[in-house]
Nanobody, 128 residues
Framework: EVQLVESGGGLVQAGGSLRLSCVAS????????IGWFRQAPGKEREGVSS????????YYADSVKGRFTISSDNAKNTVYLQMNSLKPEDTGLYYC?????????????????????WGQGTQVTVSS
């Protein structure tokens, strides 16, 4: 059974930082891409960043480029999302998800339907 468990969310002031973690089990970690998505109240879920554990390639949404960094520790089956210079518009429930196809993103963005296993989410709230 695939399990993804997020942690690291919290309340932070604008300009602050948080590091999210996603621990995966039940998969061959190196064969998957892991993505981070977020969903604000009343809005659609959007892709934030993704990393391929097979070749280390990464994707970032334009809204987080230069502020967020995704990384992976294959020995720990864990993907991290370092979030710096946080803004109130970064507020939302952050989910990690696993993509067995490793095709979950393109130049047009991240594609939810490729991510077939999801965690429960961790809340990030950025106050102004």
């Amino acid at each position: 059974e695939v399990q993804l468990v997020e942690s690291g969310g919290g309340l932070v002031q604008a300009g602050g930082s948080l590091r999210l973690s996603c621990v995966a089990s039940g998969i061959t970690f190196e064969d998957y891409a892991i993505g981070w998505f977020r969903q604000a109240p009343g809005k659609e879920r959007e892709g934030v960043s993704s990393i391929s554990n097979s070749d280390g390639s990464t994707y970032y949404a334009d809204s987080v480029k230069g502020r967020f960094t995704i990384s992976s520790d294959n020995a720990k089956n864990t993907v991290y999302l370092q979030m710096n210079s946080l803004k109130p518009e970064d507020t939302g429930l952050y989910y990690c998800a696993a993509d067995a196809s490793d095709q979950g993103w393109s130049r047009t963005g991240m594609h939810l339907h490729f991510y077939d296993s999801w965690g429960q989410g961790t809340q990030v709230t950025v106050s102004s």
